[in-house]
């Protein structure tokens, strides 16, 4: 009776595994748009990667300098722990005999008067001294605590780089999966509707009038700027790199401007949390355009509605239009 139920329940409809049913294949333009959307995290993922390198690069010079402070104190200390130990050894010689019991047994008090002179002013220099090396042990231990909550920073920027170096490789590698899948003529139609995308993003931004207003002059800085990120153009884009054989985009905007004279913030959320913000219409070249909400890319301004930017992984420096991305605001480094 047990077989024949068991034959039973194997024999209901419904029971047996269906197969799955297939995917409608994505178009180009949702493969084009996920792809965007992968990019885009790696972007964001990128600028917490290089503002967790420059913070343990920061951590790790502080952490030299504290220890050259702890050398340097550690000398000092032993100095005066010298003087100390040669102040109680001339303390001992004279016998520590109180000053009233001197004066009892002195033949000449004028020169016990003298030598109680001597005597207060070595007290001084006693009191003065322990209170140097007192100082100086202190300083020691703070320097020494100081180096610690360095030490502590600098092995949370390292997990917080490996995390997002993994987060990185991971959503690139995703993107470039989805069209390694694709046919050499389908990839060819991607990158143009990717320059399609782009120009119709263009086109509205032109057509909004913004261009109309902008007629700034380019300072001498800026147009270094400009001449060194212009001449960057082909190299291929490479996440966390600041050339010079690769860039990525606020590898490529901060390498420019120090090499006109300006030090500017390493990542392009950093670019426009702490740079001068100024409108648009009152762009000039060498300026910096940041974009996204999450001012997760940045370009520089280089003139006739035109940028020269890293895009992403897979695409090399180029020219672009400046409104062909959405922008967030305009910063201003040499003003």
């Known amino acids: ?10 024999t209901v409809p419904g029971t047996a595994h269906a197969r799955p049913t297939p995917r409608e294949p994505k178009s180009l333009e949702e ?10 995290q790696a972007s964001v993922a990128t600028d917490a990667y290089n503002a967790a390198e420059e913070k343990a690069k920061d951590q790790s010079e502080e952490i030299v300098r504290l220890a050259k402070a702890i050398v340097k104190g550690e000398k000092k200390l032993d100095r005066l722990k010298e003087r100390a130990g040669a102040a109680a050894r001339a303390h001992y010689r004279s016998g520590g005999i109180p000053p009233q019991a001197q004066l009892m047994l002195s033949d000449d008090p004028r020169q016990f008067l003298d030598n109680a002179g001597r005597v207060r002013q070595g007290q001084q220099a006693t009191k003065g001294l322990l209170g140097e090396l007192s100082r100086t042990q202190q300083d020691l231990r703070a320097y020494a605590d100081d180096a610690s909550e360095q030490w502590r920073r600098l092995e949370a920027n390292r997990k917080a780089k490996a995390d997002a170096k993994k987060k990185i490789e991971g959503k690139i590698k995703a993107a470039e999966k989805l069209e390694s899948e694709l046919e050499k003529e389908e990839r060819e139609r991607l990158l143009e509707l990717e320059r399609e995308a782009e120009y119709k993003a263009q ?24 001449e060194y990120a212009t001449a960057q153009i082909g190299k291929p884009y490479q996440w966390g790199a600041e050339g010079p ?13 120090i090499d006109a004279g300006r030090t500017i913030p390493r990542t392009s959320q950093e670019q426009w949390r702490q740079l001068p913000r100024i409108g648009v219409e009152d762009m000039r070249p ?23 930017h890293a895009p992403r992984p897979g695409r090399d420096i180029t020219i672009a239009g400046a409104g062909s991305m959405p922008i967030l605001g305009v910063v201003r480094p040499d003003k």
Do not use: F, P
């Open 31 to 40: 493969v084009r748009k996920e792809m965007d959307k992968l990019y885009h």
């Open 203 to 226: 086109t509205a931004w032109l057509d909004s009038g913004a261009l109309k207003e902008i007629n700034g002059r380019a300072t001498a800085q800026g147009k270094k700027a400009v």
């Open 286 to 308: 060498g300026d910096l355009i940041i974009y996204n909400k999450d001012a997760s890319h940045v370009g520089m301004y280089i003139g006739d509605g035109a940028i020269v």
């Open 1 to 10: 009776m047990a077989l024949v139920c068991a034959a039973t329940v194997l």
């Open 245 to 257: 054989r690769s860039y990525d985009c606020s590898g490529l905007t901060s390498e420019a401007w």
